[in-house]
T-cell receptor
């Protein structure tokens, strides 16, 4: 069965530091992968997506993610975080009929 | 990207009453929409897939008689929480798209339901 694992429940980084949020997926076919961000009490905003092609994808707000098939991973990165990046981040995989979300990683920014 | 509007953003209702939440795709036609429920500090749990012109498909464990879904047009799906109880209090989010390969989902802003 398809699944998405985000092993880190909560991460705190200092403003200006680099960030990497981990995501591992389990899917039998070629996965279609997403990263979404959610601010408190809000819906989800798409940061980036991978369907095919270049395994390093660029997204909005300076985020990027790298698809590594051999590791079944799709980690999200940002070279320098800003206080406004504090939010909940969800990795997701699209199956034939629906999107499956990971449990989320809450990102806090230390001033 | 496409715009999905969800209304209301917040609603408070009394136990035993029903509440309707609307999800509209403003600039595209959505044959399929999805309804999620999110508990505090948790991920999105898919409740059901709303199919235009046909019955919704509910996930295991979701009571279809309690969570009524109607998708009468290509731009509107509604979720009605019937005979609401305090345990139904939650954050409900809808999305359009994302139901097939190589497609992206667009999410509404969410509805915070509080049953008192």
């Amino acid at each position: 069965a398809q699944s998405v694992t985000q092993p880190d429940i909560h991460i705190t980084v200092s403003e200006g530091a680099s960030l990497e949020l981990r995501c591992n997926y389990s899917y039998g076919a070629t996965p279609y992968l997403f990263w979404y961000v959610q601010s408190p009490g809000q819906g989800l905003q798409l940061l980036l997506k991978y369907f095919s092609g270049d395994t390093l994808v660029q997204g909005i707000k300076g985020f990027e993610a790298e698809f590594k098939r051999s590791q079944s991973s799709f980690n999200l990165r940002k070279p320098s975080v800003h206080w406004s990046d504090a939010a909940e981040y969800f990795c997701a995989v699209s199956s034939a009929s629906k999107i499956i979300f990971g449990s989320g990683t809450r990102l806090s920014i230390r001033p | 990207g496409a715009v999905v509007s969800q209304h209301p953003s917040r609603v408070i209702c009394k136990s035993g009453t029903s509440v309707k939440i609307e999800c509209r795709s403003l600039d595209f036609q959505a044959t399929t929409m999805f309804w999620y429920r999110q508990f505090p500090k948790q991920s999105l749990m898919l409740m059901a897939t709303s199919n235009e012109g046909s019955k919704a498909t509910y996930e295991q464990g979701v009571e279809k008689d309690k969570f009524l879904i109607n998708h009468a047009s290509l731009t509107l799906s509604t979720l009605t929480v019937t005979s609401a109880h305090p345990e139904d209090s939650s954050f409900y989010i809808c999305s359009a798209g994302g139901g097939g390969m190589n497609t992206e989902a667009f999410f509404g802003q969410g509805t915070r339901l509080t049953v008192v």
